[in-house]
C-alpha cells in the first residue's frame, strides 16, 4: 500500500455542484494532515489543515478519520476558480512530509 | 510581502554543467526544503534543513548537494546535472516544525529545469 494515495480524477463536475474526495494514508502513527491547492505549473499553497474533530472554512470541509485512515474534502457549491488539484499531505510517524500525487479538479461552467 | 523567492524562473543547461538555483525566504523560517514535481510521480523532497548549517537527505537526494550557511538561503546545486534531472522544482519554508497547524508549507513559484 502506497504511503499516501489518492484518486487521480480528473473529476469533472458541473459549476455550483458538491464534490468531495478522499485521500488514505498507510502509517497509522501519522500526526499531521493537511490539503493544498495546486494551481497548473503553479506552486501549492495550503488551503486548510485537518483537524481530529473536522473542520470547515467557507465552502470547505475537511474531516479525519483514523479508525480507516483517510482524510476526506467536501467543495459545497463549486466555483470555476475552484479548478485546480488537491494535495494531499501527511506527516508521518518518521517526521517525514508525505505529499499525495493529487486528484484533479475540473469544474465545468 | 512575506514570500520564498526561487532564481531563475526556467534553466535550460547542458549535461555536465553545474548550475545554483537560489532560495530566499523573508519570514525568518527554520525550516527550508526542496522538490522536485514530475508528471505521475508528484512531489518528491530533495533535501530539507531544519535550521543554519543542519541540513538532510529527503527521498531523491542523488546529483544534488544544498547548503544553509544563512537562516534565508537555501541553494540548490547541481554538480553534474543529467537529463534526468530535468523536472520542476520548488523551493519551500516553514517556521519550526512545518507538521504544526500553525505553520505551513511556503512555497516559491518553481524553477523549470531542463537538461540537455
Known amino acids: 500500500r502506497k504511503e499516501v494515495e489518492q484518486d487521480p480524477g480528473p473529476f469533472n463536475v458541473p459549476e455550483g455542484a458538491t464534490v468531495a474526495f478522499n485521500c488514505t494514508y498507510s502509517?497509522?502513527?501519522?500526526?499531521?494532515f493537511f490539503w493544498y491547492r495546486q494551481d497548473c505549473r503553479k506552486e501549492p499553497k495550503l488551503l486548510m489543515s485537518v483537524y481530529s474533530s473536522g473542520n470547515e472554512d467557507g465552502r470547505f470541509t475537511a474531516q479525519l478519520n483514523r479508525a480507516s485512515q483517510y482524510i476526506s474534502l467536501l467543495i459545497r457549491d463549486s466555483k470555476l476558480s475552484d479548478s485546480a488539484t488537491y494535495l494531499c499531505v501527511v506527516k508521518g510517524g518518521d517526521d517525514k512530509i508525505i505529499f499525495g500525487k493529487g486528484t484533479r479538479l475540473h469544474i465545468l461552467p | 510581502e512575506a514570500q520564498v523567492t526561487q532564481n531563475p524562473r526556467y534553466l535550460i543547461t547542458v549535461t555536465g554543467k553545474k548550475l545554483t538555483v537560489t532560495c530566499s525566504q523573508n519570514m525568518n523560517h527554520e525550516y527550508m526544503s526542496w522538490y522536485r514535481q514530475d508528471p505521475g510521480l508528484g512531489l518528491r523532497q530533495i533535501y530539507y534543513s531544519m535550521n543554519v548549517e543542519v541540513t538532510d537527505k529527503g527521498d531523491v537526494p542523488e546529483g544534488y548537494k544544498v547548503s544553509r550557511k544563512e537562516k534565508r538561503n537555501f541553494p540548490l546545486i547541481l554538480e553534474s546535472p543529467s537529463p534526468n534531472q530535468t523536472s520542476l522544482y520548488f523551493c519551500?519554508?516553514?517556521?519550526?516544525?512545518?507538521?504544526?497547524?500553525?505553520?505551513?508549507?511556503?512555497f516559491g513559484n518553481g524553477t523549470r529545469l531542463t537538461v540537455t
Open positions: 502509517n497509522s502513527a501519522s500526526q499531521s
Open positions: 519551500a519554508s516553514s517556521s519550526n516544525d512545518p507538521s504544526s497547524y500553525n505553520s505551513p508549507l511556503h
